[in-house]
C-alpha cells in the first residue's frame, strides 16, 4: 500500500474533514440549550443575536424583525455597532456577510445577519452554526409568542373582571367611565384612555381622559357629526390608526399629540354607550392583531358592565323612590290625619269653652297644629321628589333652595305654603321669588344669633287693586347690630 492509498478515505474518497474541536461544539450546545431560558420576547431576541455574533466571531450582528401586516421592518436588534440601528456604513454585500432566515410556524419571522468577521471571513461552520441557531431561535421565538399572548390575554381578562366588579359596587357614571379608560390605558401600555359619548349635535365629545401627560383641551374636544371616524363609529366598527398626527381621517385639534390609536365602540345589546380610544405617543411602537383584539374584546365586556350598572343605579333609585312614597303615604294617612282630627277636636273644644284664659290656649294649640299639618305636607311633597334630579315645580323649586342653605346655615328653614302655588306661580314671577328668597337666606345668613328662618309662599293673597298675587315671606329670630330684632322681609307680585 502507497503512503498516498493509506492517506485515502474508505472506497478510495478523499480524507473526511476533520470533525470540530470540542470547545467549538461545547459553546455551540450551550449556546443553544441557553436560548429559550428566558421567555421574555425582546430579551430572548437580543440574546439570539448576541450569542450568533460571539459564536462566529462576526464584528457586527442584526436581527430584524419583520412586520407581517405592512411588509417592513418592524424591530431591528443589534449586537456590535453600539446603538447605531443599523449596518456600519459601506456596502454590506461587498463584505463578509452572512445571513439566515429564522421562521416560526413555516413563516418568515425575521433575518439573522453577520458581517466583519476577521481574519478569513467566514466559514462553512459558521453557516451550520447560524443555521442551528435560527432554527432553535424559530421554536423558542414561537414559545415565547405563545407565552407573551398567554400573560397578556391574563393581564386584559383580569382587567375586565375588575373593572366589572368596580362598576357593579357602586360610584356615580362619572367615575365608571373614569375606571374603564384608566384600567384600558394601562393595559394597552397607551398615554391616554379617553371616552367619547354622543352629543346632541350629533357627533361625540370627550367626557373623560386619563392620561400620563397633561391633560389639558382633551375633554371637551368633539369629532364632528358626519366625519369618516365617526360614521364607523357608529356603525359598531372599531377604528385603527397608525399614526393620528398624519391621518386624514382625525380632525380634532388634540391629534398633533398622538401616534398609533385604537378607537373602539362600547356598545352592548345594540345600544352605542360611547367610544373607547387608546393612542399612544407619536413614534411609539403600533398596535399588533392580538393588542387591537384583546381590546376589542375589553370594550365589549366594558359596555356590558356599564350597562348594568347603569340597570343597578336605576333599581337603587326605584327602590329609594318606593320607600320614599311608602314614607310619603304613611305620613299622609296617619300622621296627617290624626293631627287633622285633633285640631277640629281642639277647635270644638274652644268654641265650648266659657273661660278667656282657656280659649286663648286652645286657641294657641290649635294654631300649633296648623302649622305642624304644613309641615310635614311639605315633607311629603319633598319625599315625593326625585333627589337626583332638578325639581320641575315652584313648591319643589323652593324646596331646594331652603335645603341648599340649611347645608351653610346648620338647619333646616321651614317653609309654608299656602294655596295652589305649582299652578299659580309662572314665568317669570317664580324666577323674581327665587332670586329674592336666595337674597333673604344669604342676609339671614350673616345676621348674629339666628337659629331658626321661616319661609311662606301664599297663593291666596290679592294686591289694593284686587288682583291676585302671590306672597314671599322670610323671617328669623336673628338680631341687628344695633341688637334690634331683624325685620320680617316679604315680596308681592300679581298672578
Known sequence: MTEETADAGPCGAAPAAPAPEKPALSMLLEA??????????????????????????????????????RGTIGELYTSGLEGTGGLPPGDPPKRPFLAAP???????????????????????????????????????????????????????????????TALLTGGSAADALMTVAERARTLADACAGVILQPNEEGGMEIVTASTLDDPAGIVGTTIAPGSAVLVQLLGGEPVFIEDSATDPRMTTHVRSRFGPSMMLPLQSGGRLIGTLALPRRRGDRPYTAVDRLLATQFASQAALALVLADARHDRE??????????IARDLHDLVVQRLFATEMMLESTRRRAAAPDTDELLGRAVDELDSTIQEVRTAIFALQQPPAEAPATFRGRVLRETAGAAAVLGFQPSVHFTGAVDALVREPVDRQLLAALRGALATAHRRAGVSAIEVSVDATTELPDGRAAVRLTVADDGREEDGSRSPTVSWQAPL
Open 32 to 69: 443553544v440549550l441557553s436560548i429559550g431560558s428566558d421567555l421574555e420576547l425582546r430579551t430572548m431576541l437580543q440574546q439570539i443575536v448576541d450569542t450568533a455574533t460571539a459564536l462566529t466571531g462576526a464584528r457586527y450582528g442584526t436581527l430584524g424583525v419583520l412586520d407581517p401586516e
Open 102 to 164: 429564522i421562521r416560526v410556524h413555516g413563516q418568515v419571522f425575521g433575518n439573522l445577519c453577520l458581517t466583519e468577521k476577521h481574519p478569513g471571513g467566514f466559514t462553512d461552520p459558521d453557516t451550520a452554526v447560524l443555521g442551528a441557531l435560527a432554527s432553535r431561535a424559530g421554536i423558542a421565538i414561537a414559545n415565547a409568542r405563545l407565552y407573551a399572548a398567554a400573560r397578556q390575554r391574563e393581564h386584559w381578562i383580569e382587567g375586565a373582571a375588575a373593572v366589572t
Open 317 to 326: 333609585q326605584l327602590a329609594v323612590y318606593e320607600d320614599r312614597d311608602r
